[in-house]
């Protein structure tokens, strides 16, 4: 199956730093999202994105598809960013709509 | 919008009892769903994917027999772990996928422990 690595997979930041989340994978993927995972176990969805680049508020993130990998920048981090964020991909192809996660890189900003 | 709930959101069991968690789709209609489980401080794993209408299919070495899984309409979907004993102690989460898009969304979950 594809596999999905994470990096890194321990982050510790200071409050307004900025950081560079990294998902690589193994094969070609037309899904591919971007979760936070709070402290209580909600998964949060932050980005939609098997290629390009979105923004949303201080987070954004960039997929390149032929180069098969993803990156999440946050930006001006807040105490609140902390947590797991976790990458998951879908191979390309296929019927179903399974997605495979990475290990996570877990966030934690400090005040 | 895409808001996914999960019913109960802990519970305690006795070893040897059943245990059933639902899982809806509150605001759009989900022909796919899927459920996962996740230990501490590790990621998910797919046990299942849930399809409204047809039996679930599981992922390797997932019991069928012990994870009973019923997709009964587009928004509902429910796991049941029958028999449990404490190693099924865990994070259960479920997701479904928007009828038009290949856009998951996740439920909050239910912590399992099994006493």
């Known amino acids: 199956g594809i596999q999905v690595e994470q990096s890194p997979p321990d982050l510790i930041l200071q409050e307004g730093a900025n950081s560079t989340l990294r998902c690589n994978f193994s094969?070609?993927?037309?899904?591919l999202q971007w979760f936070h995972q709070n402290p209580w176990g909600q998964l949060i969805n932050l980005f939609y994105?098997?290629?390009g680049t979105k923004q949303n508020g201080r987070l954004s993130a960039t997929t390149v598809a032929t180069e098969r990998y993803s990156l999440l920048y946050i930006s001006s981090s807040q105490t609140t960013d902390s947590g797991v964020y976790f990458c998951?991909?879908?191979?390309?192809?296929?019927?179903?709509?399974?997605?495979?996660f990475g290990k996570g890189t877990l966030l934690t900003v400090n005040p | 919008g895409a808001v996914v709930s999960q019913h109960p959101s802990w519970v305690i069991c006795k070893s040897g009892t059943s245990v059933k968690i639902e899982c809806r789709s509150l605001?759009?209609?989900?022909?796919?769903m899927f459920w996962y489980r996740q230990f501490p401080k590790q990621s998910l794993m797919l046990m299942a994917t849930?399809?409204?209408?047809?039996?679930?299919?599981?992922e390797q070495g997932v019991e069928k027999d012990k994870f009973l899984i019923n997709h009964a309409s587009l928004t509902l979907s429910t796991l049941t772990v029958t028999s449990a004993h404490p190693e099924d102690s865990s994070f259960y989460i479920c997701?479904?996928?928007?009828?038009?898009?290949?856009?998951?969304?996740f439920g909050p979950g239910t912590r399992l422990t099994v006493l």
């Open positions: 997701s479904a996928r928007d009828l038009w898009a290949y856009t998951q969304y």
């Open positions: 094969d070609s993927v037309n899904n």
């Open positions: 994105i098997p290629s």
């Open positions: 998951a991909v879908k191979r390309s192809g296929g019927s179903n709509y399974k997605l495979t």
């Open positions: 605001d759009f209609q989900a022909t796919t």
């Open positions: 849930s399809n409204e209408g047809s039996k679930a299919t599981y």
